[in-house]
């Protein structure tokens, strides 16, 4: 999967957290939930990881919490989501990864992501603008609850 | 066909056959896929825009080739249509491709464009967690039922307060000196 000695392959990443699998955020059945904090919030939400996802979402309320960080809405534009087409705008948002204690650093991103009061989901770490500059991996685990969510830089 | 490249051609049909080979292989070095090999395109928006699955017309499609199209302020706004366009036909690369070629300041709407195109920039950052987040994990599937519909806030698997708005259970733990390393949840209905 990677390239470089063993000993690389195995410092790839630079924290890790546990994850929830085939849970619900709200009412939302999601697969793969991981802890986040958005912009300097100075708390950690869970967000569903979607690798399907073209962009990162949040929606109102988390918008509205961090509404002084964010630029001028500039242009509108609309998304197709599995909830349906929605209005609102990109914005560059802080996003971190939350590492659990002890278990290395957190990551954070510089994220391109869809902000929107119509999205009544939860909020979504997609593909472009997110995923896509950095390396991730998840280990089931053998049990419930032994689920690890590793990350870390793509150099 | 473009008058230019006709004259070209008839020039080039009335070479010596070795040299017509020459000048086609030449032409296939330079030109592989389009486009020269040693430069980058002056103007990346012009090239033929009809994506997979949307017809002549749709607004992605609108610069057409051929059309001479400089990053200027009379051109700013019709340039971030065809961006937004191709970003809400989930052609981002495309588009990304096209803000970075075009300089800075040239008009407001495109320098945004510029900036939410661009690639997210990653940096490794120190924790900041000092609870244990397998802990709320578990309060959550234990207790969840009790608090449908409401945000609840988390700390190593101890509640510190409940509320339906986000912004208000915020502000109280925030008032009360326990928002920090907190973590929020909302219970569906």
């Known amino acids: 999967m990677f390239k470089g000695t063993d000993k690389e392959r195995s410092e790839w990443s630079t924290g890790n957290a546990a994850y929830q699998a085939i849970c619900k955020i709200d009412s939302w059945p999601v697969t793969v939930a991981v802890r986040c904090r958005i912009e300097t919030l100075e708390s950690g939400c869970s967000a569903f990881l979607d690798t399907g996802a073209e962009w990162s979402m949040i929606g109102e309320e988390m918008a509205v919490a961090i509404n002084g960080q964010l630029g001028p809405p500039i242009r509108s534009l609309t998304m197709s989501t599995r909830l349906g087409t929605i209005f609102g705008e990109l914005h560059r948002v802080s996003i971190t990864l939350l590492a659990d204690p002890g278990q290395g650093d957190e990551l954070t991103i510089e994220s391109t992501t869809f902000v929107s009061e119509e999205w009544e989901g939860p909020v979504v770490l997609g593909y472009r603008g997110f995923l896509e500059r950095m390396r991730f991996a998840l280990d089931p685990g053998i049990i419930p609850g032994e689920q690890i969510f590793y990350f870390g830089l793509a150099e | ?189």
């Open chain 2, 1 to 189: 066909m473009n008058e230019l490249l006709e004259k070209a051609i008839d020039k080039i049909r009335a070479l010596p056959d070795a040299e017509q080979g020459a000048m086609a292989a030449l032409i296939l070095e330079r030109f592989p896929d389009g486009q020269r090999k040693d430069t980058p395109p002056a103007r990346p928006w012009l090239g033929p825009v009809v994506p997979l699955g949307m017809a002549p017309g749709d607004p992605a499609t609108e610069i057409s080739e051929g059309e001479d199209w400089e990053a200027t302020p009379e051109n700013a706004e019709r340039i971030c249509e065809h961006i937004k366009a191709l970003v809400e036909a989930s052609r981002v690369l495309e588009a990304r491709r096209i803000v970075s070629a075009i300089p800075p300041g040239v008009s407001t709407e495109l320098d945004y464009w510029k900036r939410v195109l661009a690639e997210p920039v990653v940096r490794v950052t120190k924790p900041t967690t000092d609870g244990d987040p397998r802990k709320d994990m578990l309060w959550i599937e234990k207790n969840a039922d009790k608090y449908k519909g409401k945000w609840v806030a988390l700390k190593s698997g101890e509640l510190l307060g409940n509320h339906e708005s986000y912004m208000e259970l915020h502000r109280t733990l925030k008032q009360a000196g326990k928002i920090t390393g907190s973590f929020f949840f909302r219970v569906g209905k």
